[in-house]
């Protein structure tokens, strides 16, 4: 059974990109995977700096790091900001991503090696297609298989139902699709 985390880029309440996230564990889960959700407000990450990380690497980002090198495989359902992916979640890929221990710089334990999903949902009519493209480059920087398959809900304000699930088939069966590659990819490369 893989392992694979699911994280929003948004902590904000009522985010659609939150609603996604949790619509994609509750997919992982049902084809077979242990999901561990991980909610980056939870965790207390000053912005990344070599200074601050020399001096003291902290607690948070060491916990987040262990949560991810645990795992086979990542869902990431990030809101677009400015065309690119939330600054939360960069800071949070970059905290993730330094070495520790006796790790060298280009260890990069808690990702190479390991797939990735993606996914957006966004207010524009776009579903937040910039900000994956940068998500996806940024994955793949850190050593990642990032899959073909991503989902991408345009109109979020409107596309869910008080339920939080997806009114319209099609967004719904791309997060089944994808959910479902992920797990089967995460399967193979953890074997």
């Known amino acids: 059974m893989p392992r694979i985390a699911v994280i929003a880029g948004s902590t904000r309440e ?8 949790a619509l994609s ?84 334990t808690a990702y190479r090696g390991k797939v990735a999903a993606i996914m957006s949902a966004s207010i524009s009519p776009f579903g937040g297609l910039r900000g994956l493209m940068h998500l996806r480059q940024i994955l793949t920087t850190v050593q990642m298989l990032v899959i073909p398959e991503q989902v991408m809900v345009p109109n979020a304000h409107s596309a869910f139902n008080e339920a939080g699930a997806l009114k319209e088939a099609l967004p719904a069966s791309l ?5 479902a590659r992920l797990v089967k990819v995460a399967a193979a490369l953890s074997a």
């Open 25 to 108: 564990a509750r997919a992982l889960r049902g084809h077979g995977a242990e999901v561990t959700e991980i909610d980056l407000g939870a965790f207390d990450l000053p912005i990344y700096s070599l200074a601050l990380e020399a001096n003291a690497f902290p607690a948070d980002a060491l916990r987040l790091k262990e949560l991810l090198v645990a795992q086979d495989g990542l869902l990431i359902a990030s809101p677009e900001y400015n065309g690119s992916v939330s600054p939360l979640l960069k800071n949070a890929i970059d905290w993730a991503s330094r070495p520790t221990g006796s790790e060298s710089l280009v260890a990069l």
């Open 175 to 179: 997060v089944e699709m994808t959910a």
């Open 14 to 21: 009522g985010s659609f990109n939150g609603m996604l996230a």
